[in-house]
């Protein structure tokens, strides 16, 4: 499938970025009230006046630059005293589809929650039971060229097509000896977005089996209806800009620290493997495909002047940011933060995430403030874990 123009024209986020992205509270919110402001009309239209979303369901799907909204999510939810729908432990009981009842505290019929952000396979019926009508539904999708590269990377030890190949190109060459369809975790070696998303199997070749492409067609017709709006990891300023429009969000409510990435690197795939990822991937190709042409009119509507100006403040925020609170003003090797509160996860095999320690001599309600946005996933869920259920004090100010 031929992407349209605009969606050719990948920026490089920098090194700070790495290969996940992140989406980020930034410093001032947490200190404060959350500002209600109507998002900038283009030149010579009037406001409208919006009041902020705070009814919100994320689909955090597998190596797309996730981890960074769920810390976006966590800080603003905490900020506002708002209810999450937390998973007993870090995820929904993926990889099997979302259930209520995986919710803790959950009971039917019961209040809803305010927000959900955790690894699930999605299913529509049951996040409904959790979440309110008026909730904004949004997820985050990545080129399968790259996110199959990631995937290799970080699930090398956990799915068994991958651990069975030597190297990435040897599993490129021929996918079919490695792959075993419904082998345990072997999702995370196919089409990873569609499953992430609850999407159904599809059978034979969407580009050239007319049912097939039709099912394709109606599932993603289906994901229109559901939901507001999808990111591009690959655009991904571009994209919190678009999100803190249509959530009504001040613009400082996304400045945004780089979460769960890996050490700068040239480009880890070449043009042929980008093809023979996106050929195997062949349902994400065309799921992105469609979203990606979704999300470039909507930044068309938006006004691209508008929206360079903003992501050009954007960065000067985040900038701003990272020197007043990061020490070395980025992310670090996870071995160079002592603090175990703000080191990040590693999985099992050769890839390393990087993570960040905060400057000495940071003012304590400073201190704290950049220690939310510094926060990783896991540690993060557990502090609001505590907050809602008990079981210990919450943390304190994090260092080092």
Request: hydrophobic share 40%; aromatic share 10%; glycine share 10%.
């Amino acid at each position: 499938m031929k992407l349209p123009p605009a969606c050719c024209r990948f920026q490089t986020l920098g090194a700070a970025l790495g290969v996940c992205v992140t989406i980020g509270f930034a410093v001032q919110l947490l200190g404060g009230p959350f500002q209600r402001r109507a998002p900038m009309a283009p030149a010579g239209r009037p406001q409208v006046p919006c009041q902020p979303h705070t009814h919100l369901v994320f689909l955090k799907t597998h190596k797309t630059g996730g981890s960074s909204v769920v810390n976006m999510l966590h800080r603003f939810g905490e900020a506002q005293g708002l209810r999450f729908a937390l998973p007993h432990r870090y995820q929904f009981g993926y990889p099997n589809p979302f259930r209520a009842e995986r919710v803790k505290g959950y009971q039917p019929g019961g209040t809803p929650f305010d927000i959900i952000c955790h690894h699930m396979r999605f299913n529509l019926t049951e996040v409904q039971k959790v979440m309110p009508n008026d909730s904004f539904y949004f997820s985050i999708v990545r080129d399968p060229a790259t996110l199959g590269e990631s995937a290799f990377a970080y699930y090398r030890a956990v799915a068994p097509a991958f651990r069975r190949a030597p190297s990435l190109a040897a599993f490129l060459a021929n996918p079919g000896h490695f792959y075993e369809p419904g082998a345990r975790s072997n999702h995370y070696a196919r089409n990873l977005q569609w499953f992430d998303f609850g999407l159904p199997a599809v059978a034979g070749d969407a580009a050239g089996d007319a049912a097939a492409s039709d099912a394709v067609s109606a599932a993603l017709a289906t994901l229109d209806r559901t939901f507001a709006l999808v990111l591009l990891a690959e655009h991904f300023d571009e994209s919190l800009v678009l999100l803190r429009e249509a959530l009504c969000w001040p613009e400082e409510a996304v400045a945004v620290f780089a979460h769960n990435g890996r050490p700068a690197a040239g480009p880890r795939v070449s043009p042929a493997q980008a093809a023979l990822l996106r050929a195997w991937n062949g349902l994400d190709w065309a799921l992105y495909a469609h979203l990606n042409r979704s999300f470039w009119r909507r930044a068309e509507a938006f006004g691209a002047a508008r929206l360079r100006d903003e992501v050009a403040r954007l960065r000067e925020r985040r900038a701003a940011l990272a020197r007043g609170c990061l020490r070395g003003g980025g992310p670090l090797p996870a071995r160079a933060i002592a603090d175990g509160r703000l080191r990040p996860f590693q999985p099992p095999g050769r890839a390393q995430i990087l993570g960040y320690a905060l400057r000495a001599g940071l003012a304590p309600a400073e201190r704290e403030r950049c220690a939310r946005m510094a926060t990783p996933e896991l540690q993060y869920k557990d502090i609001l874990d505590r907050q809602q259920f008990g079981g210990g004090n919450t943390s304190g100010p994090a260092g080092g």
